[in-house]
């Protein structure tokens, strides 16, 4: 007995099953079945990645050629043109900045050379004073946009552009490409977040009201619009007598001038509410103004500075808007205003005149019946006209 219990216990006798194989061949299906995903997965990302490609070349083969530049891609790629600073000069007397060629100019005589910035036709401080944006003159191949930082950045952000104006702010800008207007923000020296609608065969953008765009419809008639941009598409509206708008009140509405029914030579100026469209809400037909759509509003929305006729001769005209009826007057206070007018108080203001001179008009002198008088300004070479620096 002892003997056979020894033999059944040196013998070994086999498992009905084996973990150790099940677990090998466990793990070379699951490495297969990994295996097979992951060349799926690849396989789809190729073919999407590859339709993203083809999409991407059909895209950029668009007809038509941009006039529009946003920006810089990649600043590194060329050298950033950049500004001189010489050392400060004594004041010249100025009551605002001014731009000469490539000169800016500022109220306390501090000067930065500008010399990559073309010819200008207006120029708005940016936020925070850091720096310039430049509207250029207009050209055959259209207007540009500088953007001249305090640091010495001097860069272009629009070029080949119709018409081009700045918001009161220095954040937004608005301008003219082709048949359609645009809009957008101003960080640094890109313009971001941009938004267009058509606009009619003449139209351009004249001023910001808010946070929308005045449209002159037609530059040869009266009629106006307002655009705002996360409203959709610029509605014309039913203004037809509106020929210049020339500022803003405190409480939003506009300063303008429009035609009467009588005549369409005579104008009155109005007063107009822009919600949800230029409505007139009242007129004062007494000043003779000019139609040239020169002039400006104060801070406190007191006075207006506008071109007319004063006599027998073309000057510039002070009005008392608090007065606004029909004994409305306005005195005569310096030669026609050129360009944009810069109120620097609520009762101070600075404009160029048709000769490039420096006109500065002090409301209590003019009211006095002391009318201003242009003074040269400096360093002014041939060709060369000044523009006012405007906009908080």
């Known amino acids: ?33 990994r295996t097979a995903a992951g060349l799926s997965l690849a396989a789809i990302a190729t073919v999407l990645v590859s339709t993203g490609m083809a999409q991407l070349g059909q895209d950029s083969g668009r007809q038509g050629s941009p006039i529009v530049v946003i920006g810089d891609p990649d600043p590194s790629a060329r050298p950033i043109p950049t500004a001189t600073v010489p050392a400060p000069l004594p004041s010249p007397g100025l009551s605002a900045d001014l731009l000469v060629g490539g000169t800016l100019i500022s109220a306390d005589g501090k000067r930065l050379e500008l010399p990559t910035v073309g010819p200008a036709e207006s120029a708005r401080p940016l936020p925070a004073g850091a720096g310039l944006l430049v509207v250029g003159a207009p050209t055959t191949a259209g207007r540009s946009l500088w953007v001249a930082q305090t640091d010495g950045l001097v ?16 954040r937004q800008v608005a301008w003219r490409d082709g048949s359609d207007l645009l809009v957008a923000g ?22 910001f009201v ?8 037609d530059a040869d008639a009266p009629g106006h619009a307002l655009w705002r941009p996360g409203a959709g598409q610029l509605t014309q509206g039913d203004d037809h007598r509106t020929l210049n708008v020339y500022g803003t009140l405190p409480d939003g509405r506009l300063v303008g001038q429009v035609t009467t029914t009588g005549s369409p030579d005579a104008t009155c100026l109005a007063v107009l509410d822009p919600t949800p469209t230029l409505k007139t809400v009242g007129t004062s037909c007494g000043p003779q103004v000019s139609s040239d759509g020169a002039g400006g509003v104060s801070p406190d929305g007191r006075w207006l500075l506008v071109n007319g006729r004063a006599g027998k001769a073309d000057r510039s005209l ?17 030669p026609p205003v050129t360009g944009a007018v810069a109120w620097t108080t609520e009762s101070a203001a600075a404009y160029v005149d048709g000769a490039g001179q420096l006109v500065r008009v002090d409301v209590d002198q003019v009211r006095a019946g002391k009318p201003a008088e242009p003074t040269p300004v400096a360093d002014v070479r041939p060709g060369d006209r000044p523009v006012l620096v405007t906009g908080s």
């Open 1 to 33: 007995m002892r003997e056979t219990l020894s033999r059944q216990v040196v013998v070994a006798r086999p498992m009905s099953a084996d973990p150790a194989g099940q677990a090998i061949r466990r793990g070379n299906r699951i490495r297969r079945r």
């Open 155 to 170: 860069q272009v952000l629009l070029a080949g552009a119709g018409g081009i104006v700045l918001a009161p702010d220095g």
């Open 186 to 207: 101003v960080i640094g020296t890109q313009l971001i977040g941009s938004a267009r609608t058509p606009v009619p065969a003449g139209a351009e953008p004249v001023r």
């Open 210 to 217: 808010g946070d929308s765009v005045l449209v002159k419809l």
């Open 318 to 334: 002070l009005v008392d808007l608090r007065r606004l009826g029909p004994a409305l007057t306005a005195l005569p206070a310096g």
